[in-house]
């Protein structure tokens, strides 16, 4: 006989009625036991005829006549036995009935002996018992041991308990029982078998009628740890089983992705966990080998048609942690609260939530290195607007002073006109802003040496400012050379020294290409040591979104793509579905801090009639942080813009000389910085170093050399390249006393002065060659 026929009954003679039918059925039963034991003991007294003797006598052996006619053809033992059991009764109190009929007179164990068979029969309950009633069990009932009485109330894990005890009936018992909610019918539990027996096989079908549940919800899994006389049950007829699914992850891994040739050879999978509506897989590559997980081949080998489901976060050397979700999880985000943009003790604000849940915080400044650059890239609707007007709305809340450079005229960034200390429009206004941070920040950087201090302390005795250059590409590509290179010098002057002074600078562009940023490495170079979010860009790899030195080693990224689907965009395709029928991706970025890549979403904002008022309303209605008074007039000094900054005279001018002239020759407008006249030290007349006057002094315009420029690095690439074409990677290698980013910024500035190209991607040579 087979384990399964040994948990099943054979014939199921049961029946399952409500707990009040038996107890009636009990005390009736008791009731004519009580009445027939008073007629046993007076009968005989009152009549001892031959009518008494044949009556009595008829019931016994015509019970005994019943009981052959009810056994004589069956040879199951379980049918004898009941009909031996209703005939107790009646055989019984037909016995008593005769001897005290044929007993002279009257004794004393007359009344004794119908008094103790209506007693016995009473405990017994023979005719009850014999029909093979059992409670049936709802919620919030339980049996009371056949005392008679009303159920009890009865909880959830004794029903479950119950309900397994009656439906396999083998003696095992169901024990440690957890519900995983209250408010659903999924638990878990230990099922225990007989002392030296093994646990059962069940079916899947016997396991779901054990307790009602759907077929497949119902598992039995090893405890670990012990023998086959105890298994892990598993219920969950609601919610997904994700630890089968896990345990499908794990041989699809070893399969689909560590197989040789698959999708990452070698990289184990060390260990899984399961969450609601995610898996969690720690992986490594082998000792000795660096991890590389590549993000479109592993989507491919788990079937998933969308990339933002799958999130890969590494160490850099060979451990890490790939997340498997049910759909995307960050479909949904909250709005932004006043809570969120207040600063830390650490420098940090709220500005979204990360997969996992996690609050996506960044930092302002950081209380160890002073103020912050950083780069934010992504397409337009991909939400830059949204996480930049976040972060002011932080810095306002934080007491910080936030300049804005709104390189479009103002249309980037609308909610935070009149809102920040700050808000230039047009590339002009940009350039004067930033003229004007750098005089700032040599301000600072004079009264810092003259109280010997080295690093910022945040408002002591200055406030911190940070600046944000929105579409700044246009002002870094611009065709006015003078223009062009002024905004190189001080965006590049502001990222190497503006931390120690307390001034940060944040740059907004389109993608992280050298051509969105003026074909100068450096700029962007420094500003991936801050805080980088990248968007979703126009680029499909991670190599031309330009993460090189920033991603961390083996990591793998896709582009976001435009919008999501419930179902997956595969699914949505051949379903029909419209393009607008998805879900937005505007806010998702991979924010790249502290050597970490976390894939979040900005808090959600919506936009009504062109602005979001939400945010507006994040900044609140107190007056913009500004700069100290000693700031104010060195930069009003320096610039003559500073009193004007709210007015933006120069908003519609796209050169500088629309701007300080209406026409050659003629003067400077009211209120515009005067040409760079006087005398130099020596009482002579000083040359203007600008053709633009005073606000430009400082930046070196006419000079054959760009800023910053490694003295005899760009002579020493020109003789390399006068042996003939050379790539950019042997140029490196052949100049190991610079660094990698300073030569691949003088190979852009020789392009700039025409005296190299690249031949193909990569590949430098002169440009007569």
Request: net charge negative; aromatic share 6%; proline share 7%.
């Amino acid at each position: 006989m087979s384990t399964i026929d040994q948990a099943a009954p054979a014939v199921d003679t049961t029946k399952r009625v409500p707990g009040h039918v038996i107890y009636r059925r009990v005390l009736a039963e008791r009731t004519s036991y009580a009445l027939a034991a008073a007629g046993m003991a007076v009968g005989p007294q009152l009549d001892d005829s031959a009518w008494s003797y044949l009556a009595s006598g008829g019931i016994g052996l015509g019970t005994l006549a019943w009981l052959y006619a009810k056994t004589k053809n069956t040879d199951h033992g379980l049918v004898l036995l009941t009909g031996a059991q209703r005939a107790i009764p009646f055989l019984t109190a037909a016995g008593t009935y005769v001897a005290n009929l044929i007993t002279p007179g009257f004794n004393w164990w007359e009344v004794v002996a119908p008094a103790a068979w209506a007693g016995l029969m009473g405990w017994m309950a023979p005719l009850t018992r014999s029909a093979g009633l059992v409670l049936e069990l709802i919620e919030h009932q339980t049996p009371t041991g056949g005392t008679g009485l009303a159920p009890r109330e009865l909880t959830y894990t004794e029903f479950l308990a119950a309900k397994w005890a009656q439906a396999t009936g083998d003696g095992t018992r169901l024990v440690s029982i957890a519900p995983y909610r209250a408010d659903r019918p999924d638990f878990e539990a230990v099922v225990v078998a007989q002392a030296g027996k093994a646990v059962p096989t069940f079916t899947e079908v016997q396991l779901a009628a054990a307790f009602d549940f759907p077929v497949g919800t119902v598992k039995m899994r090893p405890v670990q740890g012990s023998g086959p006389g105890r298994m892990r049950l598993v219920a969950r007829p609601t919610s997904e089983d994700t630890e089968a699914v896990a345990e499908g992850i794990r041989g699809l891994w070893e399969t689909s992705v560590a197989a040789p040739g698959k999708a990452a050879p070698g990289v184990g999978l060390i260990e899984h966990r399961t969450e609601k509506d995610r898996i969690v897989l720690l992986v490594a590559s082998p000792p000795g080998k660096t991890i590389y997980l590549p993000h479109t081949a592993i989507c491919s080998a788990f079937g998933i048609d969308d990339p933002s489901r799958l999130v890969i976060e590494t160490d850099g050397i060979r451990m890490g942690v790939v997340s498997i979700y049910k759909s995307n999880p960050l479909m949904k985000v909250r709005k932004a609260t006043v809570e969120d943009l207040t600063m830390d003790d650490k420098g940090r604000i709220t500005i979204g939530v990360c997969h996992d849940g996690k609050p996506a915080r960044m930092r302002l400044w950081d209380p160890g290195q002073g103020a912050l650059r950083g780069i934010t890239a992504g397409v337009t609707g991909a939400g830059k607007s949204v996480l930049q007007n976040l972060i002011l709305a932080g810095e306002k809340r934080s007491g910080v002073v936030s300049w804005v450079g709104d390189v479009q005229g103002g249309m980037s960034l609308p909610e935070a006109e009149g809102r920040v200390d700050w808000f230039a429009k047009g590339p002009v206004e940009t350039l004067l802003m930033l003229t004007a941070a750098h005089a700032v920040m040599k301000y600072r950087e004079r009264i810092s040496n003259e109280m010997g201090r080295g690093d910022f302390a945040l408002n002591n005795p200055w406030p911190l400012i940070n600046i944000t250059l929105d579409e700044i590409n246009r002002l870094l590509s611009h065709p006015d050379e003078a223009m062009r290179k002024a905004t190189a010098y001080l965006i590049a002057d502001i990222q190497k020294t503006g931390r120690k002074v307390g001034i940060g600078i944040r740059l907004a562009v389109q993608s992280l290409h050298l051509k969105d940023l003026g074909d100068d490495d450096a700029i962007r170079q420094q500003g991936k040591v801050g805080a980088l979010f990248l968007m979703r860009t126009a680029s499909s790899s991670t190599k031309e979104m330009g993460l090189d030195g920033i991603a961390p080693a083996g990591f793998q990224m896709e582009n976001i793509p435009a919008r999501i689907y419930e179902n997956g965009q595969i699914e949505a395709l051949f379903s029909g579905q419209d393009d607008e029928d998805g879900e937005s991706t505007a806010g998702m970025a991979y924010m790249f801090l502290d050597g970490r890549a976390k894939f979040m979403r900005t808090f959600f904002a919506q936009k009504v009639d062109g602005v979001y008022p939400d945010l507006i309303a994040l900044y609140g209605e107190e007056p913009a942080n500004g700069l100290t008074r000693g700031e104010a007039e060195a930069t009003q000094a320096k610039v003559g813009l500073y009193d004007l900054r709210h007015t933006n005279p120069y908003a519609d001018c796209d050169t500088l000389a629309q701007a300080f002239s209406d026409a050659p020759g003629s003067t400077p407008t009211a209120g515009t910085p005067a040409p760079a006249t006087g005398t130099d030290g020596d009482g002579g007349e000083a040359p203007a170093p600008a053709p633009f006057g005073a606000p430009f002094a400082d930046i070196p315009f006419g000079l054959d050399n760009d800023p910053g420029e490694e003295p005899g690095l760009q002579d020493q690439i020109l003789e390399l390249l006068a042996d003939g074409p050379k790539p950019l990677k042997d140029l490196r290698a052949a100049l190991p006393d610079f660094q990698p980013s300073s030569v691949s910024n003088a190979c852009s500035q020789l392009k700039a002065k025409g005296l190299a190209t690249t031949r193909k991607r990569g590949v430098w040579q002169l440009t007569d060659s």
